[in-house]
């Protein structure tokens, strides 16, 4: 499975190439380009543990084939969509509308856990509901907030990526470190030992992704009625 993920990998690479240089029409089919190869190097981390040496348990090598089966099943959609456009309006539509934790109705749905402990500790839970609450009321959730809160959930779960610490405001998400690198997120390459964020914005404004060598540590939670 693994040689069959690398040659559909080069198969759709060049048709993909072009089809970021014509951008709106095949921003879907880019969105699903990018989940299969963060499932293909999923696969392949667990693999190269197995090469390694390293003994991994059967949960392991059952993930590795279900990332690569996944990865495949994209490459697949994706070869079609960019011989056929009208596609894109079918089948790549409804791959991408599959349901993530955004689409919950919990409030701290992407907020850290560590973030949650902390928030319980200091007295602040009313006080994060009302900002969450505000927050989601305004927040328009993307496509592509699904795909790199799914990404993350299976980049995670690899052991390519770890929290290392919350983000400073409102949802209070996790930041990741990357352990294994490079990792495909944001439509960029993220070395090994980088760091990364979503940031939902704030007052309804679109989200963005955020990467850096590092970040720097806040002093305190910033929440909505801070600003006034």
Known sequence: MRRAADEMESLVKDKLAYARTVGEPYKDVIL?????RTRRQSGDAIVGSILGGQKVSIQSHEEAEQQYWLALSAYMLISQALE???????????????????DARDLFKVTSRTAIRE???????AQAQVDLAELWVKHTITDEEREYENAVDDLAATGRICEDGYWYCCPFQPVYKVENGPVEMGGRSIPTGHVFVWDYG????????ITESSFGRADSRHYCEDET
């Open 202 to 209: 704030e007052d309804g404004n679109p989200g963005r992704f």
């Open 119 to 125: 928030i319980r500790q200091s007295g602040e839970y």
């Open 32 to 36: 699903l380009y990018e989940e299969a």
């Open 84 to 102: 056929d456009s009208a596609l894109l309006d079918k089948k790549v539509q409804v791959r991408l509308q599959k349901k993530s934790k955004l």
